[in-house]
């Protein structure tokens, strides 16, 4: 059970905001973020997602990273790992034995 609890606490490490306050956050425009978006320059999935047709959240601390990385996917690609990694979803389940009877 100490796998799950620790799985749990890394996915929290991941906070996903609203895109006004990423724009307050980054002191960036709402029209600079949504063209990064739209343009793809962040990746959805891993820089933002969609939760319906009208609300996005974006990924801040991966964004912080790739802003620290100025902008380069190849150094920002470690943290992508790690972030995919953290995910519940990446995690192998455990099979329970099954003993011969």
């Known amino acids: 059970m100490k796998h799950v609890v620790e799985s749990t606490a890394a996915i929290s490490e991941y ?6 306050r990423l724009c ?4 960036i425009s709402r029209s600079t973020c949504k063209r990064r978006r739209l343009e793809g320059s962040w990746i959805e999935g891993i820089h933002w997602v969609k939760l319906n ?3 996005v959240r974006y990924n801040l601390p991966m964004l912080k990273d790739l802003l620290a990385n100025q902008g380069s996917l190849v150094t920002h690609q470690r943290a992508i790992e790690t972030y995919l990694g953290s995910l519940l979803s990446s995690q192998k389940q455990k099979r329970k034995s099954q003993k011969a009877v």
Request: overall charge negative; hydrophobic content about 40%.
């Open 15 to 20: 906070e996903f905001v609203s895109p006004a």
């Open 53 to 55: 047709s009208r609300t």
């Open 24 to 27: 307050q956050l980054l002191d």
